[in-house]
């Protein structure tokens, strides 16, 4: 369990800041900018996506743990470009806050509409641009792809979920087109611009 000591604080620092600052913000901000388009009404509302919609912690956690044990470099790089991208997404956040048009359920027959339920009442439809669970998914799958040391069937399969989770932001109604794609931009800006820069490097080698 030592050897995974780094990992576990890793992980617990920055979900666990994720979730406090997640939770405050929505307790101070009140003022929100309603988001949508023509053709996002158009996408349908599926429950069912919302028990894909929930492996997004669980798929998160275990692929920094497979990166962890497999490739320790592409991790701490990883890691701080999470930390980066977390930063400026809670920025946007606080500068321009969002909400989304949600469905009504009042009651659940399935598994689907029972998570929609819960987490309908559980989760405001606020702080939407960009999506923080876009924005994960792009990252982890970039660094997938970039990654030579991870089983190439587990690769693939982390991949296709973590797209699948993207569509079901949609899907579920939890997101709107233009959240996806602010996430991408994002995800390119920490991905690829950002780790160019000195900064970047001093930061990593410090944390290394």
């Known amino acids: 369990m030592k050897k995974y000591k780094k990992y576990l604080i890793d992980m617990i620092t920055i979900f ?32 069912s996506f919302f028990i894909i919609y929930t492996l997004w912690y669980p798929l998160i956690i275990f692929t920094f ?59 405001k439809p606020v702080n939407c641009f960009p999506s923080g669970h876009c924005l994960l998914c792009f990252i982890l799958i970039y660094t997938l792809l970039k990654d030579n040391k991870v089983n190439p069937y587990l690769k693939i399969t982390l991949i296709c979920a973590f797209f699948l989770i993207i569509i079901s932001t949609l899907l579920t109604k939890q997101h709107i087109i233009l959240d996806v794609i602010g996430s991408l931009i994002l995800s390119f800006t920490t991905c690829i611009i950002i780790p160019k820069t000195k900064y970047f490097k001093k930061l990593l080698n410090s944390k290394s």
Not at 21 to 30: G, R
Not at 92 to 99: D, G, K, L, Q, S
């Open 65 to 123: 743990f497979v990166l962890y044990k497999k490739n320790r470099n592409l991790y701490n790089k990883t890691k701080l470009t999470t930390i980066i991208s977390l930063v400026i997404l809670y920025i946007i956040f606080f500068a321009y806050p969002t909400m989304v048009n949600r469905p009504v359920l009042n009651s659940f027959n399935n598994l689907g509409t029972f998570i929609a339920y819960v987490s309908f009442k559980a989760d």
């Open 16 to 47: 666990g800041t994720n979730a406090l600052i997640y939770f405050l913000s929505q307790k101070i901000i009140t003022n929100y900018h309603l988001m949508g388009s023509a053709l996002d009404s158009k996408i349908p509302f599926i429950p």
